[in-house]
């Protein structure tokens, strides 16, 4: 099946920003701002926001998930719009905390210490597989090609869902060990 005019437009686009966002965030891992000479705050409130903002993009999900099923088709663009949105929020607020602020690690011992890391694990390699999957999903909505944009939705709905409620999850897990 042949691309539209929009998929081909934007596909390029798509691979630039699946490899370039998982690229910066994990050089902000190993790179901070005080690394580079720039002196810049520490930014310790911002993962509870950002962990509110995963928190409200799985609703926003389940929500559109829910419109489109009843046929209320606007609804659906207007929540997975927001959803996109909020993704993009999160995102710069957690590079702007992994620039600024020294990570986190995790304290729990024994069998919570497994668990914590196989959620972390599987939040970090969907998140990185997420990026194309809403890239594609939501193009494929904007050039018209419904049959196409349904046959991915329904592999990038459960996934989003996965990373956006897992992200709180790691955030409630490793919030009592942040140093304020």
Same mark, same amino acid.
């Given at each position: 099946?042949?691309?539209?005019?929009?998929?081909?437009?934007?596909? /390029?686009?798509?691979?630039?920003?699946?490899? =370039?966002?998982?690229?910066?965030?994990?050089?902000?891992?190993?790179?901070?701002? /005080?690394?580079?000479?720039?002196?810049? %705050?520490?930014?310790?409130?911002?993962? %509870?926001?950002?962990?509110?903002?995963?928190?409200?993009?799985?609703?926003?999900?389940?929500?559109?998930?829910?419109?489109? /099923?009843?046929? /209320?088709?606007?609804?659906?663009?207007?929540?997975?719009?927001?959803?996109?949105?909020?993704?993009?929020?999160?995102?710069?607020?957690?590079?702007?905390?992994?620039?600024?602020?020294?990570?986190?690690?995790?304290?729990?011992?024994?069998?919570?210490?497994?668990?914590?890391?196989?959620?972390?694990?599987?939040?970090?390699?969907?998140?990185?597989?997420?990026?194309?999957?809403?890239?594609?999903?939501?193009?494929?909505?904007?050039?018209?090609? =419904?049959?196409?944009?349904?046959?991915?939705?329904?592999?990038?709905?459960?996934?989003?869902?996965?990373?956006?409620?897992?992200?709180?999850?790691?955030?409630?897990?490793?919030?009592?060990?942040?140093?304020?």
């Amino acid at each position: 099946m042949e691309n539209s005019p929009i998929e081909k437009k934007y596909s /390029k686009w798509i691979i630039i920003l699946s490899i =370039f966002i998982p690229v910066a965030v994990a050089f902000l891992f190993v790179v901070k701002l /005080k690394d580079l000479g720039i002196d810049a %705050p520490t930014l310790p409130f911002l993962p %509870p926001i950002y962990a509110t903002i995963n928190g409200i993009t799985a609703v926003l999900l389940v929500i559109a998930v829910w419109a489109i /099923k009843n046929g /209320k088709i606007t609804l659906h663009q207007n929540l997975m719009k927001s959803a996109i949105g909020c993704s993009l929020l999160f995102l710069v607020m957690y590079i702007a905390y992994h620039m600024t602020t020294p990570s986190t690690k995790f304290g729990g011992d024994g069998a919570i210490k497994y668990v914590y890391f196989f959620i972390l694990l599987t939040h970090i390699l969907l998140s990185i597989a997420i990026i194309p999957l809403v890239l594609v999903t939501y193009v494929r909505a904007l050039a018209e090609r =419904f049959d196409r944009h349904r046959k991915i939705a329904r592999i990038t709905f459960p996934l989003w869902l996965y990373v956006a409620i897992t992200g709180v999850v790691v955030y409630l897990m490793i919030s009592p060990y942040y140093q304020y």
